[in-house]
Nanobody
Framework: QIQLVESGGGLVQAGGSLRLSCAAS????????MAWFRQAPGKEREFVAV???????SYADSVKGRFTISRDNAKNTVDLQMNSLKPEDTAIYYC?????????????????WGKGTLVTVSP
């Protein structure tokens, strides 16, 4: 069992940066694939970024080159550095953990989810 708590959301102007953090409980954190998803108002949840237990990463095309996912297995945290933010990045961002590989994780096959943190990007 893993519990996930996101932090770092807020209001930022377009072009600005935010860093989201996800703190995980549980002694087996390092074995999990970790990912960030987001859900904008009126839209379905979508994949943002994923990182494997070994550090391999993958990103949605919409954030590639602007967002960076990283993890610290010693601290049980996974971060999402978001640069060059756009109004269309406005959403609730969710941290998720799962035992599947990167491809299935991108499809949402995750075992544990946080409650989310709101990111609002103003024009």
């Amino acid at each position: 069992q893993i519990q996930l708590v996101e932090s770092g959301g807020g209001l930022v102007q377009a072009g600005g940066s935010l860093r989201l953090s996800c703190a995980a409980s549980g002694r087996t954190f390092s074995f999990y694939t970790m990912a960030w998803f987001r859900q904008a108002p009126g839209k379905e949840r979508e994949f943002v970024a994923v990182i494997s237990w070994s550090g391999s990463t993958s990103y949605a095309d919409s954030v590639k080159g602007r967002f960076t996912i990283s993890r610290d297995n010693a601290k049980n945290t996974v971060d999402l550095q978001m640069n060059s933010l756009k109004p269309e990045d406005t959403a609730i961002y969710y941290c998720a953990a799962g035992r599947n590989g990167l491809i299935r994780a991108q499809g949402g096959a995750m075992d544990f989810w946080g409650k989310g943190t709101l990111v609002t990007v103003s024009p």
